[in-house]
Protein backbone atom coordinates (compact mmCIF):
# COMPACT_ATOMS: atom_id res chain seq x y z
CA UNK A 1 0.00 0.00 0.00
CA UNK A 2 1.91 3.04 -1.45
CA UNK A 3 1.76 6.08 1.71
CA UNK A 4 1.47 3.48 4.36
CA UNK A 5 4.49 2.90 6.93
CA UNK A 6 3.64 -0.29 9.27
CA UNK A 7 6.01 1.83 11.58
CA UNK A 8 4.41 4.57 11.64
CA UNK A 9 0.92 4.48 10.19
CA UNK A 10 -0.58 6.25 7.36
CA UNK A 11 1.55 8.96 5.64
CA UNK A 12 0.78 12.30 4.53
CA UNK A 13 2.19 13.96 1.09
CA UNK A 14 1.95 17.70 0.41
CA UNK A 15 1.21 18.54 -2.41
CA UNK A 16 2.43 21.61 -4.15
CA UNK A 17 0.13 23.46 -6.88
CA UNK A 18 1.40 26.31 -8.59
CA UNK A 19 -0.41 29.56 -8.98
CA UNK A 20 -2.44 28.46 -12.44
CA UNK A 21 -3.44 25.08 -10.74
CA UNK A 22 -4.68 27.64 -8.06
CA UNK A 23 -6.67 30.05 -9.95
CA UNK A 24 -8.01 26.96 -12.28
CA UNK A 25 -9.22 25.22 -9.09
CA UNK A 26 -11.09 28.05 -7.60
CA UNK A 27 -12.83 29.47 -11.21
CA UNK A 28 -14.28 25.38 -11.31
CA UNK A 29 -15.82 25.99 -7.54
CA UNK A 30 -17.19 29.59 -8.85
CA UNK A 31 -18.74 28.31 -11.36
CA UNK A 32 -19.77 25.11 -9.67
CA UNK A 33 -21.67 27.55 -6.69
CA UNK A 34 -22.78 30.04 -9.87
CA UNK A 35 -24.66 26.94 -11.63
CA UNK A 36 -26.22 25.75 -8.35
CA UNK A 37 -27.77 29.14 -7.87
CA UNK A 38 -28.90 29.61 -11.57
CA UNK A 39 -30.40 26.01 -11.24
CA UNK A 40 -32.12 27.34 -7.39
CA UNK A 41 -33.52 30.61 -8.58
CA UNK A 42 -35.20 28.60 -12.04
CA UNK A 43 -36.73 25.94 -9.83
CA UNK A 44 -38.18 28.84 -7.59
CA UNK A 45 -39.37 30.79 -10.15
CA UNK A 46 -40.66 27.63 -11.93
CA UNK A 47 -41.98 25.56 -8.42
CA UNK A 48 -43.21 29.62 -6.71
CA UNK A 49 -45.89 30.40 -9.63
CA UNK A 50 -47.39 26.60 -9.81
CA UNK A 51 -47.91 26.86 -5.61
CA UNK A 52 -49.36 30.16 -5.88
CA UNK A 53 -52.17 28.93 -8.61
CA UNK A 54 -52.64 26.03 -7.00
CA UNK A 55 -53.28 27.68 -3.73
CA UNK A 56 -55.32 30.39 -5.01
CA UNK A 57 -57.33 27.63 -7.46
CA UNK A 58 -57.80 25.60 -4.15
CA UNK A 59 -59.14 28.42 -2.33
CA UNK A 60 -61.65 29.08 -5.65
CA UNK A 61 -62.85 26.07 -5.66
CA UNK A 62 -63.70 25.73 -2.43
CA UNK A 63 -65.27 29.30 -2.49
CA UNK A 64 -67.48 28.19 -5.43
CA UNK A 65 -68.24 24.45 -3.35
CA UNK A 66 -70.29 26.60 -0.49
CA UNK A 67 -67.51 25.03 1.89
CA UNK A 68 -64.91 26.81 3.90
CA UNK A 69 -61.09 25.63 3.67
CA UNK A 70 -61.03 25.92 7.35
CA UNK A 71 -62.46 26.51 10.67
CA UNK A 72 -62.33 27.02 14.25
CA UNK A 73 -62.69 23.63 16.56
CA UNK A 74 -65.63 25.33 18.73
CA UNK A 75 -67.13 25.52 15.08
CA UNK A 76 -69.22 22.35 15.74
CA UNK A 77 -70.47 20.45 18.16
CA UNK A 78 -71.83 17.57 19.17
CA UNK A 79 -74.36 16.71 21.23
CA UNK A 80 -75.27 13.08 22.80
CA UNK A 81 -77.40 11.24 25.89
CA UNK A 82 -75.52 8.97 27.91
CA UNK A 83 -76.31 6.38 30.03
CA UNK A 84 -74.52 4.14 32.15
CA UNK A 85 -75.55 0.58 31.65
CA UNK A 86 -74.00 -1.80 34.58
CA UNK A 87 -72.97 -5.46 33.53
CA UNK A 88 -75.71 -7.07 35.46
CA UNK A 89 -78.17 -5.20 33.40
CA UNK A 90 -76.49 -5.53 30.19
CA UNK A 91 -78.95 -8.62 29.28
CA UNK A 92 -81.91 -6.43 29.90
CA UNK A 93 -81.87 -4.26 27.16
CA UNK A 94 -84.46 -3.91 25.27
CA UNK A 95 -84.76 -3.74 20.94
CA UNK A 96 -84.67 0.70 21.84
CA UNK A 97 -81.57 0.13 23.42
CA UNK A 98 -83.01 1.25 26.87
CA UNK A 99 -82.36 -0.59 29.86
CA UNK A 100 -85.91 -2.25 31.17
CA UNK A 101 -86.99 -1.57 34.48
CA UNK A 102 -86.90 -5.00 36.18
CA UNK A 103 -89.26 -3.61 39.40
Do not use: C, N
Not at 37 to 66: D, E, Q, S, T
Amino acid sequence: MQGYDPRFGPQMRIVRLSRWQLWLAAAVGLALVVTLAIVAAGVFLVVLPVVVVAGLGYHLWMKWRGQRPGGRAGDMVIDAEYSIVRREDERHIDARGAPEDRR
